[in-house]
């Protein structure tokens, strides 16, 4: 079931507990399911350039720049907007801070976007179009690669078809 969605646990549970005076409970469905996932595409509201504000309101423009998840924090989403990314607005441009185009943003200023979705390296969350510079920490060698969501972009292999990469996030 979608986030946000009816849900017959929550509402089963909601009868059971009805009388009893509790006024909340912290519970997880099992069953949820998150409306986004790494390597999709959204519109994200968001500041075009925090140096720039508003005369009147004195507060930064802001506009729905196109941007890919990398991973899900929570309330919050880390995506990826490219720098110089035009609004949907087409009056703005991006313009990232000292994070490379990386933003945390809560997921109620998210939306979907049509456009295919993108890979994400498993390791450090990079999106595939921007490519691990070279000597980079996390980048095993390109037949070792994972990759979360989306399609190939092309041929990412050059020997073998990576089964013998151990899984990192579970080695302790």
């Not at 009893?20 to 999709?40: E, N």
């Not at 009147?56 to 929570?74: A, K, M, N, R």
């Not at 070792?144 to 989306?150: P, T």
């Not at 041929?155 to 013998?164: F, I, Q």
């Given at each position: 079931?979608?986030?946000?969605?009816?849900?017959?646990?929550?509402?089963?549970?909601?009868?059971?507990?009805?009388?009893?005076?509790?006024?909340?409970?912290?519970?997880?469905?099992?069953?949820?399911?998150?409306?986004?996932?790494?390597?999709?595409?959204?519109?994200?509201?968001?500041?075009?350039?925090?140096?720039?504000?508003?005369?009147?309101?004195?507060?930064?423009?802001?506009?729905?720049?196109?941007?890919?998840?990398?991973?899900?924090?929570?309330?919050?989403?880390?995506?990826?907007?490219?720098?110089?990314?035009?609004?949907?607005?087409?009056?703005?441009?991006?313009?990232?801070?000292?994070?490379?185009?990386?933003?945390?943003?809560?997921?109620s200023r998210l939306e979907p976007r049509e456009a295919a979705k993108q890979r994400v390296c498993f390791y450090c969350?990079?999106?595939?179009?921007?490519?691990?510079?070279?000597?980079?920490?996390?980048?095993?060698?390109?037949?070792?690669?994972?990759?979360?969501?989306?399609?190939?972009?092309?041929?990412?292999?050059?020997?073998?078809?990576?089964?013998?990469?151990?899984?990192?996030?579970?080695?302790?």
């Open positions: 079931m979608a986030q946000s969605g009816p849900c017959e646990h929550r509402d089963a549970l909601r009868a059971s507990l009805k009388g009893l005076h509790i006024t909340s409970v912290k519970w997880r469905c099992k069953a949820r399911v998150p409306r986004f996932a790494p390597g999709d595409p959204v519109w994200a509201l968001t500041a075009a350039d925090r140096n720039e504000v508003d005369d009147e309101t004195g507060q930064p423009y802001l506009d729905h720049f196109p941007g890919v998840i990398v991973g899900l924090h929570g309330s919050k989403a880390l995506l990826h907007i490219a720098a110089g990314a035009s609004g949907r607005s087409g009056d703005s441009k991006f313009v990232p801070g000292n994070n490379n185009g990386f933003c945390m943003i809560p997921l969350s990079m999106p595939e179009f921007l490519e691990h510079p070279e000597g980079y920490t996390c980048a095993p060698p390109a037949n070792a690669r994972k990759w979360i969501g989306g399609e190939p972009a092309g041929d990412t292999t050059e020997e073998g078809d990576g089964s013998a990469i151990s899984d990192r996030r579970t080695e302790a």
